[in-house]
């Protein structure tokens, strides 16, 4: 698979079953080179990754819906949440994507002149990471969505898992073997978007 197919074939996918093609112990240490190799802003390397499986998979998904009823209470959307979340939750785990800020904290230190772009550069870094997670994930057959339910479950997450209060939840991804594939989505030529100045 070229790098490119490996592109084509990352999509949004939220029919997933509990497996992996592989055994999570490649994907563990497949998620900490790609770790290693996702570039960072003052090569600060603060991108932190948390993989859950099995009971602490179960147990993410239940704090996701617990927070969406104490936002929005027992309700139509609730019904509606509760189906997204159950459909989620079938899959074979979750990937957890953290900012550690004390890392953050000291670039600000460290360069004052800036500071003001730290953050900016540290989402960034993210982005990248969270790209490369999920071509690798689509690389090895696996399918994967990206959620944002980080204010909802952000501190009864860090304490159910004991994990540095610093670090800061930015987005889950559940993965696994696709139960299906996804209708094809349309797409604006790339040459329509793309200029080259000479």
């Known amino acids: 698979m070229t790098y490119l197919d ?19 112990s490649e994907l563990e240490d497949l998620l900490a080179q790609t770790l290693e ?7 600060s390397q603060s991108s932190r990754i948390v993989v859950l499986v099995e009971q602490k998979h179960q147990m993410f998904w239940n ?9 929005i209470g027992d309700t139509p959307s609730f019904a ?3 189906d997204k979340i159950a ?9 957890l994507f953290y900012e550690d800020e004390s890392v953050n ?17 540290s989402e960034q870094s993210q982005g990248m990471l969270q790209m490369s997670v ?5 690389n ?27 670090w800061r939840l930015i987005g889950q991804m559940p993965f696994g073997v696709p139960a299906s594939i996804p209708q094809p989505k349309s797409k604006i030529p790339g040459r329509n978007r793309l200029v080259i100045a000479k």
């Open 63 to 71: 704090l996701v819906l617990a927070g969406i009823k104490k936002e």
């Open 105 to 121: 904290d000291g670039l600000k230190e460290k360069f004052p002149l800036y500071a003001h772009n730290i953050g900016l550069w």
């Open 80 to 82: 509606k949440s509760q």
């Open 87 to 95: 459909n989620l939750r079938r899959s074979a785990g979750t990937i």
């Open 134 to 138: 999920w071509t690798l994930l689509a």
């Open 6 to 24: 490996a592109l084509r074939s990352r999509r949004s996918n939220y029919d997933l079953t509990n497996k992996t093609s592989i055994p999570i």
């Open 140 to 166: 090895y057959g696996m399918g994967a969505s990206l959620q944002h339910y980080s204010e909802l479950v952000a501190t009864p997450l860090t304490q159910a898992l004991g994990l540095n209060p610093k």
């Open 37 to 43: 190799l996702s570039p960072t802003g003052f090569n």
